[in-house]
């Protein structure tokens, strides 16, 4: 079936992809809520130690039928040869940086990066021995001049968190390859609806799927996506010791959750398209930030990469925290939490959350101002939304 599934289109793909039924038929996925499986023989458990076939299964932390089912079906969507679903976004880039890595390797790695990403290659990975140096991922030159013949791994997020800059994947990919470093993209952001980086280069590509893949707030789920010697080799081999997998319920929800995604993706992105317009030139707004607006610095590359703006925008009020904090408490229907990729339109304050752990200069560096506010959009009326965030901007 898993064969026959991947001529389609990823809409079909994301509701029949990896699809297995038991022997009663079953309409909807099977929820396999089992750590263990029985085995008819001794000498049955003992060829499955040997040597497991995609379709058998020795115990939960190594793999499961309704976590294989999450696997398939994402992996066909991005063109992967194979998935390791995981129990959080950050089981996914701590395995897909750590498993490839020993002591003297080099990594390079954009600086604008999800805080606990961050946490990784600034305090982890150095403690291992292993040298990361960071650039301004927008900055082509310096990509070339941070690539070294010992480069081991490049990462960066393809959208970065919470500024909204964009990296040219094919370009920094190229500059990688040349030095046969593996590419590993957080591509979190761009969601593998609207950009898929195998198709652009990228090696490995890693999901927190407890943001537009569940969509609705749920679940905390991973997934790290690539050739099937990285992700079966590589990376299986280290999880499945180490105690990262995917728990099975998880894996059912975000299953079901692939069903719809290419909907609502499709949809908040239209939603944040629609309200990035009607808040640009905002008196109280010094810029709205999204890759879909004219103004946005690295739009060409956004209209080249992407099939649409996505769904996240951050707005710089005039003013810092005080006035953001005033924005944040007016909202009706915007929630304030650090999620995002949810159904419901979400807001942060990133200075004091998300990145309050970065010093002073880091923020100023990156862009993060005490003025700055990322907006999730989710799947409400954008007319409502709308209407939410300009009733809040007049209470600043
Ligand atoms: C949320 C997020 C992560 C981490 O995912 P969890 O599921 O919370 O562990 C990693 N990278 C980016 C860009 C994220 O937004």
């Known amino acids: 079936m898993t064969e026959r599934k991947q001529k389609y289109h990823p809409r079909t793909q994301l509701v029949h992809?990896?699809?297995?039924?038991?022997?009663?038929?079953?309409?909807?996925?099977?929820?396999?809520?089992?750590?263990?499986?029985?085995?008819?023989?001794?000498?049955?458990?003992?060829?499955?130690?040997?040597?497991?076939?995609?379709n058998e299964f020795i115990y939960a932390r190594y793999g499961n039928?309704?976590?294989?089912?999450?696997?398939?079906?994402?992996?066909?969507?991005?063109?992967?040869?194979a998935a390791f679903a995981t129990a959080s976004g950050m089981a996914a880039v701590n395995a897909a940086l750590t498993a490839?890595?020993?002591?003297?390797?080099?990594?390079?790695?954009?600086?604008?990066?999800?805080?606990?990403?961050?946490?990784?290659?600034?305090?982890?990975?150095?403690?291992?021995?292993?040298?990361?140096t960071f650039v301004d991922g927008t900055d082509l030159g310096a990509w070339?001049?941070?690539?070294?013949?010992?480069?081991?791994?490049?990462?960066?997020?393809?959208?970065a968190?919470?500024?909204?800059?964009?990296?040219?994947?094919?370009?920094?990919?190229?500059?990688?390859?040349?030095?046969?470093?593996?590419?590993?993209?957080?591509?979190v952001f761009a969601t593998p609806v609207l950009s898929r980086m195998l198709?652009?280069?990228?090696?490995?590509?890693?999901?927190?799927?407890?943001?537009?893949?569940?969509?609705?707030?749920?679940?905390?789920?991973?997934?790290?996506?690539?050739?099937?010697?990285?992700?079966?080799?590589?990376?299986?081999?280290?999880?499945?010791?180490?105690?990262?997998?995917?728990?099975?319920?998880?894996?059912?929800?975000?299953l079901k959750g692939l069903e719809t995604m290419d909907l609502r993706v499709r949809a908040q992105a239209d939603n944040a398209m629609q309200i990035a317009s009607a808040l640009q030139g905002h008196?109280?707004?010094?810029?709205?930030?999204?890759?879909?607006?004219a103004d946005h610095p690295q739009h060409d590359l956004c209209k080249a990469q992407m099939q649409a703006g996505g769904t996240v925008i951050a707005l710089v009020l005039k003013g810092g925290q005080a006035?953001?904090?005033?924005?944040?408490?007016?909202?009706?229907?915007?929630?304030?939490?650090?999620?995002?990729?949810?159904?419901?339109?979400?807001?942060?304050?990133?200075?004091?959350?998300t990145h309050q752990r970065l010093s002073d200069e880091q923020r100023a560096e990156l862009g993060i101002g005490d003025g700055l506010v990322r907006l999730s959009i989710g799947l409400e009326d954008a007319g409502d939304l709308i209407q939410d965030l300009k009733n809040a901007l007049s209470a600043v």
């Open 17 to 54: 992809g990896g699809t297995t039924r038991s022997q009663f038929g079953e309409l909807s996925e099977a929820m396999y809520l089992t750590q263990g499986f029985a085995y008819d023989s001794a000498e049955q458990a003992e060829a499955r130690f040997i040597s497991c076939p995609d």
């Open 65 to 81: 039928p309704t976590v294989r089912m999450f696997e398939d079906r994402i992996a066909m969507l991005e063109g992967a040869e």
């Open 100 to 132: 490839p890595l020993k002591a003297g390797d080099h990594v390079v790695a954009a600086k604008a990066l999800f805080g606990s990403c961050l946490y990784i290659l600034e305090d982890i990975l150095p403690r291992f021995g292993v040298e990361v």
């Open 144 to 159: 070339e001049k941070a690539l070294r013949a010992d480069t081991k791994i490049v990462f960066f997020e393809s959208v």
């Open 161 to 187: 968190n919470p500024t909204l800059e964009m990296i040219d994947v094919e370009a920094v990919c190229k500059l990688a390859h040349d030095v046969n470093a593996t590419v590993v993209v957080d591509n």
């Open 199 to 254: 198709e652009r280069g990228a090696d490995v590509v890693v999901y927190s799927a407890t943001k537009h893949i569940d969509g609705q707030g749920r679940c905390l789920g991973g997934v790290i996506l690539g050739s099937r010697e990285f992700v079966r080799g590589t990376c299986e081999t280290y999880l499945k010791h180490t105690g990262g997998s995917m728990s099975p319920f998880n894996a059912w929800v975000m």
């Open 283 to 293: 008196e109280k707004l010094e810029t709205v930030i999204y890759p879909g607006l």
């Open 323 to 353: 006035e953001a904090f005033r924005m944040l408490n007016a909202l009706d229907i915007v929630t304030i939490s650090n999620n995002l990729g949810d159904a419901k339109s979400l807001v942060t304050h990133p200075s004091t959350t």
